[in-house]
């Protein structure tokens, strides 16, 4: 069953662009894993300095796996230096009504 994994970062003062680089780097090695449907990142407009990025997968496991993906870590360990505080995530579930 598809999912969509909602992850919210605040970004320190100045790095914006930075993370977005880092965020595009993330996204294209995202594309070649198993599972990945699409993804966006919004920015707040009530405030600059937090970003949210939803993917989709096709299942849970999917996700799972690349977010515990030796490439993906190698890369959140340069985008960790950009953020405020450490990224939180959640995955849904899609409900058909």
């Known amino acids: ?30 594309l070649y894993r198993k599972g990945y449907i699409s993804g966006e990142t919004l920015r707040s407009v009530d405030d600059p300095s937090m970003y949210i990025v939803i993917s989709n997968w096709e299942r849970a496991e999917d996700w799972e796996a690349w977010q515990n993906h030796p490439e993906r870590d190698q ?23």
Request: glycine fraction near 2%; aromatic fraction near 8%.
């Open 1 to 30: 069953m598809a999912v969509r994994v909602i992850i919210e970062r605040k970004v320190k003062e100045g790095q914006q662009i930075e993370m977005m680089k880092i965020l595009r780097e993330l996204r294209s090695l995202a």
């Open 75 to 97: 890369v959140m360990k340069k985008l960790e230096k950009c953020l405020v505080s450490p990224e939180t995530s959640n995955v849904f579930l899609f409900v058909y009504f």
